[in-house]
């Protein structure tokens, strides 16, 4: 018998040192959140220090219209200003979209139109696989996961993950967010009870006191459509030349007003 419990005793030693402890979840300055609603404020704090981003990316897009990887020039300001570019092999643009959040301008090379009107999230989807209205288009390329106005909160820790698990919900409707522990940014968020899209974000990267996901995905199966942005030379937090938000039309190339439906507006 005593032989036997050494035995096991061994066995057991050797199989604690086959199973090596996490480290300890890095909290950051202020320690664990005590609930929903302070962890709600940290990421709030965490989103507002990236207000603007420039630089190139890679769009990878899997749709019932097509798959394939385009590669894009971005410059993003907070709240609603974009400048994006789509570019051919060669660098050149095939397509130049600008707005200021309320209006937008949308140069397409193939059709060598103009496309100007609303800052619609219809409008939005001549350049962008996901209809999306500019303040959000905006947020996400920040790094900012929108969120659902919560009636009540749940908040949890899982340290796999290295993450807090904070659940939202207003009436049916249920947010849950992955939310990293050190930085308080979101890098994961799936809805159930309402059709819209999956997100997660990571490559968490460091720009001076702010902190971006380099590689975000979206997945709205409703749409059957998935969308991966990475970026890869950029900077953040660097004002872009105001004159890229400008939405004049090359010179010479005609111009279609369209409504805020996408449709254009007769002569």
């Known amino acids: 018998m005593t032989l036997l419990r050494v035995a096991l005793s061994v066995l057991f030693g050797l199989g604690l040192l086959g199973c090596p402890r996490l480290p300890p979840l890095d909290y950051?300055?202020?320690?664990?959140?005590?609930?929903?609603?302070?962890?709600?404020?940290?990421?709030?704090?965490?989103?507002?220090?990236?207000?603007?981003?420039?630089?190139?990316?890679?769009?990878?897009?899997?749709?019932?219209?097509?798959?394939?990887?385009?590669?894009?020039?971005?410059?993003?300001?907070?709240?609603?200003?974009?400048?994006?570019?789509?570019?051919?092999?060669?660098?050149?643009?095939?397509?130049?979209?600008?707005?200021?959040?309320?209006?937008?301008?949308?140069?397409?090379?193939r059709q060598h139109k103009y496309f100007r009107g609303p800052a619609s999230a219809e409008n939005m989807a001549r350049f962008v696989p996901i209809s999306l209205p500019p303040r959000e288009l905006a947020s996400l390329l920040m790094g900012r996961v929108p969120r659902i106005p919560e009636e009540s909160s749940e908040l949890s820790v899982d340290e796999p993950s290295r993450s807090y698990v904070l659940a939202l919900k207003r009436g049916a409707v249920t947010q849950r967010l992955n939310v990293s522990t050190g930085t308080h940014r979101v890098t994961r968020s799936r809805v159930e009870?309402?059709?819209?899209?999956?997100?997660?974000?990571?490559?968490?990267?460091?720009?001076?006191?702010?902190?971006?996901?380099?590689?975000?995905?979206?997945?709205?199966?409703?749409?059957?459509?998935?969308?991966?942005?990475?970026?890869?030379?950029?900077t953040v937090n660097e004002t872009p030349e105001l004159t890229l938000f400008e939405l004049e039309p090359p010179e010479g190339i005609p111009v279609v007003e369209v409504q805020a439906n996408g449709q254009a507006v007769s002569p």
């Open 193 to 234: 009870g309402i059709a819209t899209y999956a997100i997660d974000a990571d490559e968490l990267t460091d720009f001076g006191p702010a902190t971006l996901p380099k590689h975000l995905t979206l997945d709205a199966p409703s749409a059957k459509t998935k969308v991966e942005l990475l970026y890869k030379d950029i």
């Open 28 to 109: 950051g300055k202020d320690g664990p959140a005590k609930d929903g609603a302070e962890l709600l404020k940290r990421i709030v704090v965490a989103e507002s220090q990236v207000i603007s981003v420039k630089g190139d990316a890679k769009l990878i897009v899997d749709s019932p219209q097509g798959k394939g990887a385009v590669s894009l020039f971005v410059a993003v300001m907070h709240p609603a200003q974009l400048h994006i570019e789509s570019l051919d092999f060669f660098g050149r643009p095939e397509g130049i979209l600008v707005t200021d959040g309320e209006r937008f301008g949308l140069y397409d090379a």
